[in-house]
């Protein structure tokens, strides 16, 4: 949807209220697709990105609040005003809304996010009571009493719990136990040298918060010692990212009697007894040899190291709902440190943050009102269905597998399901206490009520009318354990989708989404689910051995694009997302093909570029992206999706469509050999 209208919004409250909104900039342009972003001094043959996006990244540096800027950011830049104008609207009206509307919830918490007079007096006050509860803990049972209850409450620690499908009987839901509970990205940062200056600034960042909480230089010096200790020896326990992949490495299961008697001193009945949740019949542990060192921590480490661990947890997990004392510092290593970011977004824009990630769905409902009308969704269904009839094909016409597994194949696509825009029915928060002048508490409480939500479901059937991500969200999602594609309202808006624009632009965009998000159902980790979302292996070994084969291609041709002086893409870390694009495109581009046959009269240069031409520079421009050092290192070792600038051409040089496009000669540096190229689906 485009709307070149600016908004300006001023609102004024009384200053004895402490509620401080600010008036919004001007609305940002729309991010569309522009020939104006071309660097045509650069040969397609020499930089495909450059070519495409060159002129956009020459005059895009990143902005001081943010630590990259992409078509994404931007997309999502111009969301955010757009619901700014939401907010500081229903901050205001909430008091005559009728109780528990979306947009009273909405307004209401908006209003405690935005109340820094309040939060300023309050300090560290609103984690007064969770540091009691702390400080009286006895034992080991007291331990993991305290615990479930910050779990509950949205504060992590020791480890991870969710309550998702089962992945081998996804109907129900099932417990599921992972590795967690460090505050640092990645385990390579407690454990690698690359990493020894931020983990030495971590450690000052950890003394500089506890000496914020009232504590003394040197206590506070020797409890940054131990939380160190404590989560590098959870980060040797913890596998790699590229070892988490794999889903079934990550099904152990176990009754709570065998993990009862594997890890003794972790009390699993009285943990779950605290968490109100009835006695599972099992669970699902992600990662067996982590509990068992946890477990041998539990034993061996004195309750105060673990009362120094909980103390850290909960005010590193609380410090952007607290007084700027303890939001700037955190900001200053998380923000500046990890991700060289050198100024905090501005307050209306974090508390909307805030918002969409405690009642986002009651934000969404008012944002899909404001900003996805009808007909939006209606053409993304009928796109969605376009691109389905092309994968089911390709599928068909695959010849390096068998006709067994190509059967089960089309079996499982016959399956897929698709999402668009915005739930059938909202999330209902109701039940939720959201207070103007509480804004931790809010957090806390609408933490609680997804927790109770989660919890009172183990055990019954999947809800698969459920969302993952917001409406606002601008992103997508294949799940496959429920086998389905998700594209949010946030993302169906240019430089993605744009009805303004010919088939070329939307194909080689939203198309490339579309295909990418099928293709996570085939891709290396997908492809291990069957048509109905169980972990289940349905391929002849012959079949397995030739995809593998193709994807050792890809791993190998994105191990080699160097992010950073020295510092490689990982291609086994980012091979389902870089299998996704390249299915995207493939299919994709086929989609567009079948267009311009139906209607001959759209095939037209516009801009002086063919229909090909213009698809393949679409694609590129979506990828378009600057980002600060600080951020590509972390991104590079946590991110499963590879840099900006390889997603925009990687893809396209094992396509041959692409090299006919732009008459691309064997031997240029965009020329991948023949033997090279992965060809799949």
């Not at 930089?47 to 002129?55: D, E, M, P, Q």
């Not at 991870?160 to 089962?166: A, K, L, S």
């Amino acid at each position: 949807m485009k709307n070149n209208v600016l908004f300006t919004i001023a609102i004024s409250l009384l200053t004895a209220t402490g509620l401080n909104l600010f008036a919004a900039d001007a609305l940002p342009r729309v991010p569309a697709f522009s020939i104006d972003y071309l660097d045509q001094s650069v040969s397609p043959a020499t930089n495909f990105y450059h070519f495409a996006a060159g002129s956009w990244l020459k005059n895009n540096p990143v902005p001081a609040d943010k630590a990259r800027w992409a078509s994404f950011s931007e997309l999502a830049e111009r969301n955010w005003y757009l619901i700014h104008e939401i907010l500081d609207s229903a901050a205001v009206d909430a008091k005559s809304l009728p109780q528990n509307s979306p947009r009273r919830e909405v307004g209401n918490f908006y209003a405690s996010a935005m109340d820094t007079n309040r939060i300023e007096k309050l300090g560290a006050k609103p984690l007064k009571a969770d540091l009691k509860k702390i400080d009286h803990i006895k034992s080991t049972k007291d331990l993991f009493a305290v615990l479930a209850d910050f779990h509950q409450r949205g504060i992590g620690g020791m480890f991870g719990i969710g309550f998702g499908p089962d992945s081998k009987n996804s109907s129900i839901y099932a417990v599921q136990l992972e590795q967690g509970g460090l505050s640092l990205p990645d385990r390579d940062y407690y454990l690698k040298d690359s990493f020894a200056d931020k983990l030495k600034q971590y450690h000052d960042h950890v003394k500089t918060m506890f000496t914020l909480l009232g504590e003394k230089g040197d206590v506070a010096t020797a409890d940054a010692d131990t939380v160190i200790a404590v989560e590098t020896a959870l980060a040797k326990a913890s596998r790699s990212r590229v070892d988490l992949r794999d889903p079934n490495k990550n099904y152990n299961k176990f009754t709570t009697d065998e993990l009862t008697a594997k890890t003794p001193a972790i009390l699993w009945n009285s943990f779950f007894t605290d968490l109100e949740l009835a006695p599972p019949a099992y669970e699902i542990v992600g990662q067996p040899e982590y509990f068992d060192a946890l477990n041998q921590m539990v034993q061996t480490r004195p309750l105060s190291d673990w009362k120094t661990y909980l103390r850290w947890h909960l005010l590193n997990g609380s410090a952007s709902y607290l007084s700027s004392a303890f939001e700037n510092e955190h900001f200053n290593f998380y923000g500046k440190v990890l991700s060289g970011q050198l100024e905090q977004e501005p307050r209306w824009k974090r508390a909307a943050h805030i918002l969409d990630g405690s009642i986002g769905e009651a934000l969404g409902q008012l944002y899909v009102e404001k900003c996805f009308p009808p007909e939006a969704k209606a053409r993304m269904q009928a796109l969605v269905e376009n691109l389905k009839a092309v994968f089911h094909d390709r599928i068909e016409r695959v010849t390096w597998m068998t006709d067994e597994t190509k059967a089960k194949a089309l079996a499982k696509f016959a399956t897929f399901t698709q999402k668009i825009g915005y739930p059938d029915k909202f999330r209902d928060y109701s039940s939720v206490v959201i207070q103007r002048d509480d804004l931790l508490g809010n957090v806390r409480r609408t933490d609680a009520f997804e927790a109770r939500r989660e919890i009172a479901r183990v055990g019954k059937t999947v809800d698969r009318t459920e969302w993952g991500m917001t409406p606002e969200t601008v992103n997508a999602y294949y799940n496959p354990e429920v086998n389905e594609i998700v594209f949010p309202a946030g993302i169906l808006q240019p430089p993605f989708f744009d009805i303004s624009m010919d088939d070329a632009v939307n194909y080689g965009a939203i198309g490339v989404v579309i295909g990418h998000e099928m293709t996570h159902g085939f891709d290396d980790q997908g492809r291990k689910f069957d048509g109905n979302g169980n972990l289940n292996e349905w391929w002849t070994p012959a079949d397995s051995a030739a995809f593998d084969a193709r994807a050792q291609k890809v791993i190998d041709e994105y191990s080699g694009f160097e992010a950073l002086p020295g510092l490689h893409v990982n291609g086994k870390l980012t091979i389902g997302e870089n299998l996704a694009d390249l299915g995207g495109v493939n299919i994709s581009y086929e989609a567009l093909q079948r267009a311009l046959a139906k209607d001959p009269a759209s095939r037209k240069n516009i801009d002086g570029f063919t229909p090909e031409q213009r698809f393949f520079i679409s694609f590129a421009q979506v990828w378009r992206t600057n980002i600060r050092e600080a951020e590509a290192q972390r991104l590079i070792t946590v991110d499963p999706h590879s840099p900006g600038q390889f997603r925009a051409y990687g893809p396209l040089l094992n396509f041959q469509p692409f090299y006919d496009a732009f008459n691309i000669p064997p031997g240029s540096p965009m020329w991948l050999p023949l033997e090279k190229r992965a060809i799949i689906w």
